[in-house]
């Protein structure tokens, strides 16, 4: 334990202490909001995002571990664990030098060195690798038909082949190779012939190349997605001036003599062997591999942060709003939902090609608008969007009185959430069709609740997502909404099951089972209350208990993000003041005024006492931004609208690592390169921009071939 905490704290560059405070609270079953909320004390104040490397870390080193233990069992069970060895496969800190020093006792299939082994030609083979004499001669006294080596040069194949398998299975050298190669090679590809047409989209990599420890995470997962669809091949050579370097560092590592003599000259065949047939097929293998995860890890921070940026989107509030869910002959689904989210009215219109209903259409809006006192209409930005958006902006002409905000929204996974269970469930009399047009009303009132209902895959965060690895991508995306429903909180007595789920402490399970006492009891009153809920003990009501939050309840600390375990320490400061809780919450001024030194003891550490102040000022405030909304042109519809030099607003749906997606209006992002995002040197566009940002653009290029749009945010 204290070796792995030691580990941690080195590659995390904090304190062996708080590593060790970590896991153990991990181990207890803490969940990583709840620490970094209400456990800094023991943390030393470790915020969310370095628990979250640290519990990667530590499971990275736990399952190393477990290897490790494999292996070495495996070794002592051949009888050939020496005690160099086992020090050094201890010493091993990661999972590929594990690997390389278990090659040589790894169980094998029949092999032709295994082969010569048997024949008795390993004396051959190490007699080859220091003499002055020529191979044959050599090779003569280990003729044997017996064992089908009828002449000398079965017997020198024979040892070649051993000796190649030895050069291949030297971790030292191999580690060696594999850090020189990512050095100084490339990665090259070329184009299959007759794939130039169907793969088109892949041009760029017809004929490419570029050093290998140079590509970024976008270029090689496209070049990984062209392999995979057979529109290209691809390899790993080092650089042409570095050709007979491999040669060189082997010869090396073996104190080879390769001179002209027919000794020197057979050993120097047997390494280019061993280099070409072995060692550079397996170290492209590997460095594929690492190349392949160093991009799905940087991917998967790309994912990870734009999904943060959406769940966290400025909520328009809950207001009465219409979702309308755009199509052209199948017309468009109206969901009009009230304050709380309830749906209270639906239908259908038909404004657009082939029935034209357009007066008619908006005489629909407006009437149900006037009867349910619409505040909000969203509309989603999928087909028929710029049209439908239109009719509203022509129906706020004709209506003003009405007071209409229209909002364009992203669709994203609204069609796979209508189909899924939670939407049966939850909305088990409407069409399917309709049940989109409620999720795009819901995801304007709050985004937060709406989109924990949909497979964060579907809400289309990042490019690539299919071909990263999927069980990472799964929980670093499933990490993040947790962490970003606890940072917000929610409201115990009207959250739905999905959204109380991702609460620190609770699941499915318990999440229903908290809607179901809701029902059959009415709202809860205090947080106590929790722990009447089937299912639900004393460990999760106090991993759970201080994101959940309780309106006008019993307790008004309920409403905050203050945990029960600090209740008497806000009664002790009211006591102290001489006021009542109730005056002490929003009192900011004398709030403002306490020294929390005061009242941090053995209880109640700094860290709490500070951060329960800190939340009395503002309780259950919620931390996202104010609401804002881009306005489209209403000149523009599709791409072809499009002329270069237009100035344009728009709204950013996803950033990559080489620049922003916008969403101008058009059905179609445009891409705002990363030298085109501002007047300087930008390295990281997540630094400058973020999902969810309004942003004003100017239009560089139009390919409607290749649907690719050029913007620039410069302002210049």
């Known amino acids: 334990m204290s070796n792995l905490s030691q580990q941690i704290a080195n590659q995390l560059n904090i304190k062996q202490a708080q590593v060790s405070a970590t896991i153990g609270l991990l181990d207890e079953g803490s969940t990583v909001p709840f620490i970094a909320r209400y456990r800094k004390e023991a943390t030393g104040g470790l915020d969310d995002t370095q628990l979250r490397q640290l519990a990667e870390k530590l499971n990275y080193l736990r399952e190393l571990d477990q290897r490790r233990q494999t292996i070495i069992k495996s070794i002592r069970e051949q009888g050939l664990l020496s005690d160099i060895l086992l020090d050094s496969i201890n010493k091993s800190d990661s999972k590929s030098r594990i690997e390389d020093l278990y090659l040589p006792y790894r169980p094998k299939r029949n092999s032709k060195a295994l082969a010569a082994k048997k024949a008795g030609l390993g004396p051959l083979a190490e007699q080859l690798l220091n003499t002055r004499e020529k191979p044959e001669h050599l090779a003569i006294t280990f003729i044997n038909p017996e064992l089908e080596i009828n002449n000398a040069e079965d017997a020198l ?117 061993s280099w070409k047939q072995k060692l550079l097929p397996q170290l492209e293998t590997s460095l594929l591999k690492q190349l392949k995860s160093s991009a799905d890890d940087e991917a998967i921070k790309v994912f990870s942060r734009n999904l943060k940026d959406l769940l966290l989107a400025s909520p328009a509030g809950m207001k009465a709003t219409m979702g309308l869910d755009p199509g052209l002959r199948t017309g468009v689904k109206i969901a009009v939902i009230d304050n709380t989210g309830k749906v209270i009215d639906h239908g259908a219109i038909f404004p657009h090609p082939p029935k034209n209903q357009w007066d008619q259409s908006i005489h629909t809006l407006a009437k149900l608008c006037r009867k349910h006192s619409v505040e909000l209409i969203s509309i989603g930005n999928g087909t028929a969007s710029r049209e439908t958006e239109k009719l509203v902006k022509e129906l706020i002409q004709q209506q003003p009185e009405l007071s209409l905000q229209p909002v364009v929204v992203s669709e994203s996974g609204a069609s796979i959430y209508s189909a899924s269970e ?227 607003e ?40 973020k999902t969810g940002d309004i942003v004003q653009t100017t239009v560089l290029d139009v390919d409607l071939k290749r649907q690719r749009i050029a913007l620039s945010m410069k302002q210049k």
């Open 157 to 273: 194949n024979g040892a070649r082949a051993i000796l190649m398998e030895r050069f291949s299975e030297q971790a030292d050298l191999l580690e060696e190779l594999r850090e020189w190669l990512w050095r100084r090679a490339e990665l090259s590809t070329k184009v299959i012939k007759g794939k130039q047409e169907s793969g088109s989209k892949f041009s760029d990599y017809f004929e490419f190349s570029e050093p290998l420890r140079r590509i970024p995470s976008h270029r090689a997962l496209a070049i990984f997605r062209a392999v995979k669809e057979e529109v290209i091949r691809h390899k790993i050579r080092p650089l042409s001036e570095d050709a007979d370097r491999p040669q060189q560092i082997i010869q090396r590592y073996f104190r080879l003599t390769l001179n002209h003599s027919a000794a020197g000259l057979w050993l120097t065949e047997t390494v280019q062997q």
């Open 422 to 648: 939670a939407a049966s469930k939850e909305l088990p009399d409407l069409d399917v069709t309709i049940r989109g047009a409620v999720s795009i009303a819901r995801r304007l009132q709050d985004p937060l609740a709406e989109l924990v209902k949909i497979e964060p895959k579907a809400i289309g965060v990042g490019q690539y997502q299919h071909d990263v690895d999927q069980n990472q991508l799964n929980r670093s995306l499933e990490h993040c909404v947790e962490d970003c429903v606890n940072h917000v909180g929610v409201d115990l007595n009207t959250a739905s099951a999905e959204l109380l789920a991702h609460i620190s402490g609770l699941n499915s399970t318990s999440a229903n089972n908290i809607v179901s006492f809701r029902d059959q009891n009415g709202r809860f009153r205090n947080r106590k209350q929790l722990l009447k809920v089937p299912r639900l003990g004393p460990k999760a009501f106090q991993q759970s208990a201080g994101f959940l939050r309780i309106n006008a309840g019993d307790n008004p600390l309920d409403s905050s993000a203050v945990h029960p375990e600090a209740y008497p320490l806000i009664e002790k400061i009211a006591r102290h003041l001489k006021c009542s809780i109730s005056g002490l919450i929003g009192n900011k001024e004398q709030l403002s005024a306490l020294n929390p030194q005061q009242y941090a003891n053995q209880d109640f550490g700094l860290y709490t006492v500070r951060d329960a102040l800190q939340e009395l000022e503002k309780p259950g405030r919620d931390p996202r931004p104010e609401f804002r909304t881009a306005q489209f042109s209403d000149a523009i519809e599709k791409p072809s609208d499009l002329i270069a030099g237009m100035k344009l």
């Open 650 to 689: 728009g709204v950013i749906t996803n950033v990559t690592n080489f620049g922003a997606f916008v969403d101008i209006g058009v059905h179609q992002d445009g891409l705002v390169h990363i030298s085109q995002l501002a007047d300087r040197f930008v390295k990281d566009p997540h630094s400058l921009v």
